[in-house]
C-alpha cells in the first residue's frame, strides 16, 4: 500500500493551487450568478474537462486524479459556488454523456463541455422526488423520432447560466428504476424556460434554478443509453460527483485548518497566543483527525471507482459522507476559534459553514448514503 502522491499528482496539484490561487484567490463569492470571467480561468486551467477524453479536449483523468485537482481547486479558490459550479457541470453533466452518450452526442457536446464554452447542469430533482428519484412527474412520451419532454424539474445548480441541461424523465410509468431515461436537452429548445436564480444560504457563486419543460421536443439522440436507462446512467454519475466532487470540500478544510492554525498562533489573550489553551489546540488536532480521516476514505471511494472493484458504490458513501460531515463540524469549529471575527462576513471565516452546509444534502443526503452503505453491509 502507497500513501505517496505520484511526482506528476503532485505537480499537477501544485499547479492548480497556485494559479487558482493566482487567479481566483481573495475574491469575494458574487450572489447569485456564475460570472463568466471566473468560469472562463477555471476552463483555461482545463478544470471543466478534467475526466472527458482528450480526444474531445478534456484531460482524460481518472477519479483519483480528478479528484485530486478538484482538492487544489477547492483549497485555492474561496469562490466555492464557482469550484462546485465546475465539478457539478463535469460530473453530473459530462460525465454522463462521455460515458452514455452516441458518438453524435458526445461529438456535438463534449469538446464544448470540456472546454468551458458550454456549461452543463443537471436536473433531475423534482418538487415531490427529491431523494426518492424513481417516482419521476417529469415525463418523455415517445412520438416518432422525437420525445416529448412534460413537467417541472425544481432545483438544478447552474441551470441559469446553463447552455445543456442532462435531464431525467419517466419513459415508463408504473416500472420503477426501469421507467427512467436519461436526456441531454439544449437550453435554447422550443418549451424550456429556466427560473431566475433560487436565493440560497451559500454557494453564491452557483446559480439554481427551476427548469419548466413545456411540451419539449427533442429528437431520440438526445436519450442517453437506452429507454429505461436513466436511473443507471444517474447512480454512475452520482458516483462520479460523490467520489470527485467532495475533493472540493477536502481542500476547502486544508485552506480552512492553515487559517485556524495562523489565528491561533497570532491572537494573544490572557498575554499569551491562544494556541497556548488546549481547549483551542485540541479543537484544532480535531478538526486536523476529521480532515485526515475523510481525506483517505475520499481517496479510497475514488481509487475503487477508477479500479472497477466491488463496493466502490459502499466506499464512495463512506467518503462522501465523511467529508460532508467533517466539513459542517470543522466550520463550525473555525468560527468558535475566530472568536467574534469568526461571524463576520468581512472575516471570510463563516462562508465555510454556508457553503458546507449542503454537503449533507446535495448528490444525496447523508440518510441516503448511509442507507447504501447499510445495503452493502449486507442489511
Ligand atoms: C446546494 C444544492 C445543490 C443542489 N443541486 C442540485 C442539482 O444540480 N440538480 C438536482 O437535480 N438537484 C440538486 N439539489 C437537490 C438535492 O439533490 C436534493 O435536495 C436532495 O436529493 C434531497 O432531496 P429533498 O431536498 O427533496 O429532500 P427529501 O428527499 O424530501 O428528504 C428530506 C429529509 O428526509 C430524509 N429522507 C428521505 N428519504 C429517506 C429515507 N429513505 N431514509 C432516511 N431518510 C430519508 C432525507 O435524508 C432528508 O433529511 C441540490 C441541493 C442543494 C442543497
Known amino acids: 500500500m502507497d500513501f505517496g502522491l505520484t511526482a506528476e499528482q503532485q505537480r499537477r496539484y501544485a499547479e492548480i493551487l497556485n494559479a487558482t490561487r493566482e487567479q481566483l484567490g481573495g475574491i469575494g463569492a458574487p450572489a447569485g450568478h456564475l460570472r463568466r470571467e471566473r468560469w472562463r480561468a477555471a476552463a483555461r486551467l482545463g478544470l471543466t474537462g478534467l475526466c472527458l477524453p482528450a480526444e474531445y479536449g478534456g484531460g482524460s483523468l481518472g477519479a483519483l486524479d480528478t479528484a485530486l485537482c478538484l482538492e487544489a481547486f477547492g483549497r485555492g479558490c474561496p ?27 458526445r461529438k456535438r457536446f463534449l469538446p464544448g463541455l470540456a472546454a468551458g464554452e458550454l456549461i452543463a447542469a443537471n436536473a433531475i430533482t423534482e418538487e415531490e422526488a427529491g431523494s426518492d428519484t424513481s417516482r419521476l412527474a417529469v415525463s418523455a412520451c415517445r412520438d416518432g423520432d422525437d420525445y416529448v419532454i412534460t413537467g417541472e424539474k425544481s432545483f438544478a445548480s447552474n441551470a441559469p447560466d446553463a447552455d445543456v441541461l442532462l435531464t431525467y424523465a419517466t419513459t415508463s410509468p408504473g416500472d420503477g428504476f426501469l421507467g427512467t431515461s436519461a436526456f441531454v436537452v439544449p ?129 464512495i458513501a463512506l467518503g462522501k459522507v465523511a467529508v460532508s460531515e467533517a466539513a459542517v463540524a470543522n466550520s463550525l469549529d473555525a468560527i468558535q476559534i475566530f472568536g467574534g471575527n469568526g461571524y463576520l462576513a468581512s472575516a471570510g471565516i463563516e462562508r465555510y459553514l454556508r457553503d458546507s452546509v449542503p454537503t449533507t444534502l446535495f448528490s444525496g443526503t447523508t440518510e441516503i448514503q448511509r442507507e447504501i452503505i447499510a445495503q452493502e453491509a449486507g442489511l
Not at 83 to 102: C, E, K, M, P, T
Not at 267 to 287: D, K, Y
Open 187 to 315: 437550453v435554447g429548445s422550443p418549451g424550456v424556460t429556466v427560473s431566475e436564480p433560487l436565493a440560497k444560504m451559500g454557494l453564491g457563486g452557483c446559480p439554481a434554478g427551476r427548469v419548466t419543460f413545456r411540451e419539449c421536443r427533442v429528437s431520440v439522440s438526445c436519450r442517453l443509453g437506452d429507454e429505461g436507462q436513466g436511473s443507471t446512467i444517474f447512480a454512475h454519475a452520482m458516483a462520479w460527483e460523490r467520489a470527485c466532487l467532495f475533493a472540493a470540500y477536502v481542500g476547502l478544510m486544508d485552506d480552512q485548518l492553515e487559517r485556524c492554525i495562523a489565528r491561533a498562533r497570532t491572537r494573544r489573550q490572557f498575554g499569551r497566543p491562544i494556541a497556548r489553551f488546549q481547549a483551542v489546540s485540541h479543537r484544532i488536532a480535531v478538526m486536523k483527525q476529521r480532515l485526515e480521516g475523510s481525506r483517505l476514505l475520499l481517496y479510497r471511494g475514488c481509487w475503487l471507482l477508477d479500479e472497477q472493484q466491488p463496493g466502490y458504490a459502499g466506499a
Open 79 to 105: 469562490d466555492t459556488g464557482l469550484v462546485f459550479a465546475v465539478s457539478a457541470h463535469l460530473l453530473a453533466g459530462a460525465v454522463a454523456i462521455r460515458d452514455f452518450g452516441s458518438d453524435e452526442v
